[in-house]
């Protein structure tokens, strides 16, 4: 048991390592990469981009049929079982890539842009990379393999920066981001198809449906719940497309995606890393529950570093990032990052119940929000922008409980009071250096000055930490108590 644990921990570390440092260079990679495009296109082209990507995302859910999280939930998968779920996948994307493709028309005239008719094919071409791709990387997830995947992460990000840039250069315009993106699909998955052969090498096979049932009962909750999730995570870009012109929903997304690039590296950690350690403790519930809490305390103190910065410096992040035509997403920048820190703590919560087989139990949770969420925007939203990301806060603020309740008191009776213990560091975190440095900032910051802009990120880095040694006072003496007595022993 006892080595178990180690091999478990030595596990943990080395997937935090080589993950936190690829996501941290893909998150960076995606912002820059915003960040370059944004001095060439318009908010109208962004806007594009959002209503292309919320196609193209809605279609990945939707052909998966949840065979990631079915083959993740198994210990032990035959060869034979996953080359059908492969095949199987295979077609059903490809499929939908050439019979959306063929439809483009009718997207392009819903949206009255004539553009979408001749962008949206080459945007759905993904899905065929993503065939080959998708189901080999939950392999290397479930081996724990995070050094293949790092490496693959910042080939990929390395590679389609430059190329973004060569386009954006040649006068592609919105083509550049979508070219660019294919490039970094094409890259993570035909990567994927040929690590993963070393586990289940691919050959042509006919489709067992008997065998591949219950794994597609499993998938079959979860693609439920993907689907009505994603649904969930999109109304807004959705509300704002029904309410608002492309404009305005291409600031919002630019807003909405700064905030989310930087969020990633967390979400990366917890998905790729807490996921398969939660299974393999499935059937040992005091200890998944332990080294839940353990695990959420620690990135949800992250979480509230990377959103704090973000609320407080959100005219910086826009300005440097984006440029002065965009200073208006301010505004936009700090509300999404107060709804990031109440969505990323939350995050983690439905990995335990994929863990456990409670995928069920997600797909009630999921319609539950997205009747909740579909209610209160379409309630609220069409007022002004304003409204509309007030009603979103309020919502990430309602589905923190509701999945604390559904997703982990009903299956790991993890107490309410026992869960929220856990948000103390980072919640106090956030509120201290907001509320401490929120007006000061306001009166004496200015982004265009790199010199103030300096002095004020400095002052937050020594009050973050004052905030952290606080929260974590009993850590910090352990770590000073060690410390002293390696010493000691050393002049003794």
């Known amino acids: 048991m006892q080595t178990n644990t180690k091999a478990s921990k030595r596990a943990i570390f080395s997937g935090l390592s080589w993950t936190s440092v690829s996501t941290i260079i893909n998150g960076l990679s995606q912002v820059l990469r915003l960040s370059i495009l944004s001095r060439f296109l318009e908010k109208s082209d962004f806007g594009i981009v959002a209503i292309l990507t919320l196609t ?5 859910v939707f052909s998966d049929l949840g065979f990631s999280s079915a083959i993740m939930s198994q210990k032990d998968l035959e060869k034979q079982d996953f080359v059908s779920l492969f095949w199987l996948q295979f077609i059903i994307y490809n499929v939908t890539m050439i019979c959306l493709s063929l439809s483009s028309s009718l997207f392009a005239s819903y949206y009255s842009n004539a553009a979408i008719a001749s962008m949206l094919p080459i945007v ?7 065939s080959i791709g998708r189901l080999y990387e939950t392999v290397l997830q479930k081996e724990m393999r995070f050094k293949t995947i790092a490496i693959r992460n910042m080939l990929a990000a390395v590679i389609s920066i430059p190329f ?13 981001m ?6 970094h699909a094409a890259i993570i998955n035909i990567w994927n198809f040929m690590a993963g052969q070393s586990t289940y090498k691919m050959q042509l096979q006919r489709i067992d449906y008997k065998k591949t049932k219950g794994l597609m009962k499993v998938g079959g909750f979860q693609m439920g719940t993907q689907i009505i999730d994603y649904l969930s995570s999109k109304l807004d870009i959705i509300v704002i497309g029904i309410y608002f012109d492309v404009s305005e929903l291409g600031l919002y997304n630019l807003s909405k995606e700064v905030v989310v690039k930087f969020s990633f590296v967390t979400n990366a950690i917890v998905n790729k890393v807490l996921l398969p350690v939660l299974t393999s403790l499935q059937n040992d519930i005091a200890r998944l529950r332990e080294m839940f809490c353990k695990f959420v305390r620690e990135t949800s103190l992250l979480n509230a570093l990377l959103t704090s910065f973000m609320f407080v410096f959100a005219d910086v992040i826009v300005y440097y990032f984006y440029g002065e035509k965009y ?3 301010t505004y936009l920048v700090r509300i999404t990052a107060i709804c990031s820190f109440w969505g990323m703590s939350s995050n983690p919560n439905g990995l335990v ?8 139990v997600t797909f009630v949770y999921t319609i539950i929000r997205v009747i909740m969420t579909s209610v209160i925007l379409l309630t609220f939203g069409w007022i002004s922008m304003e409204v ?15 999945s604390w309740k559904m997703l982990l008191n009903n299956t790991i009776s993890l107490g309410l009071l026992t869960y929220l213990k856990r948000f103390v560091p980072s919640s106090s975190t956030f509120s201290i250096v907001s509320i401490v440095l929120m007006p000061w900032w306001i009166a004496y910051g200015d982004y265009k000055k790199i010199s103030v802009t300096v002095v004020f990120v400095l002052v937050y880095m020594l009050v973050t930490a004052i905030c952290v040694a606080f929260a974590e006072r009993d850590m910090v ?16």
Request: no cysteine.
């Open 56 to 60: 193209l995302g809605m279609v990945q």
């Open 124 to 130: 759905l071409f993904e899905l065929f990379f993503i």
């Open 164 to 176: 973004a840039l060569i386009l954006a250069l040649q006068s592609f315009g919105v083509y550049s």
């Open 178 to 183: 979508i070219l660019s993106t294919l490039a």
């Open 327 to 329: 200073i208006e997403a």
């Open 353 to 360: 119940a994929i863990a456990m087989k409670k995928t069920d």
């Open 388 to 402: 509309t990301m007030i009603a979103v806060l309020i919502v990430a603020i309602i589905g923190f409980f509701l």
């Open 477 to 492: 003496k352990q770590l000073i108590t060690k410390r002293y007595d390696a010493y000691k022993k050393q002049t003794n």
